[in-house]
């Protein structure tokens, strides 16, 4: 079982197609929950395919999609996360993220700031899951990623 904190109602899901955003995915679509998704391309060779998965997705679920393209010139895991928060906090509704308990740098830094659920207007309803509870949840739901 997945341990789940409240999701706001009418918000943004950011979602890369991996396994932990896409069973938020389906978290949100069986809760019958308003939302929009964000998807942020960082330029990487996998980029394109990840983009077109999740659209297929959307389309599928008739969920509002909307794609970022990374721009700066330093492509590293530091920048490619202020580039995505400054995105999120401005947004004007809640941003849902996938991360979970073993995210190492986003959960370190919450926990330190014990701001562990949200900051500002990014929420991360997954923080107290465990990797093993979300995988084991979309092998049992079928859900690809």
């Not at 979602?15 to 960082?42: A, E, P, T, W």
């Not at 809640?94 to 995210?103: G, L, N, R, W």
């Not at 986003?106 to 465990?130: C, H, Q, V």
Request: net charge positive.
């Amino acid at each position: 079982m997945i341990k789940v904190k409240k999701i706001p109602k009418d918000c943004i899901l950011a979602c890369s197609g991996g396994v932990d955003s896409m069973v938020l995915f389906h978290y949100l679509i069986n809760g019958r929950k308003q939302f929009s998704v964000y998807h942020f391309d960082h330029g990487t060779p996998f980029a394109t395919s990840a983009k077109n998965f999740v659209k297929k997705i959307c389309e599928k679920h008739n969920v509002l999609f909307e794609c970022f393209s990374f721009g700066g010139q330093v492509a590293t895991e530091y920048t490619w996360r202020n580039w995505r928060n400054e995105i999120m906090q401005q947004a004007g509704k809640p941003v849902i993220t996938a991360h979970h308990e073993e995210d190492s740098i986003e959960s370190w830094l919450m926990r330190t700031t014990k701001m562990s659920y949200n900051i500002g207007n990014i929420y991360r309803p997954f923080i107290d899951a465990s990797k093993k509870s979300i995988t084991d949840y979309a092998s049992r739901n079928g859900i690809n990623f």
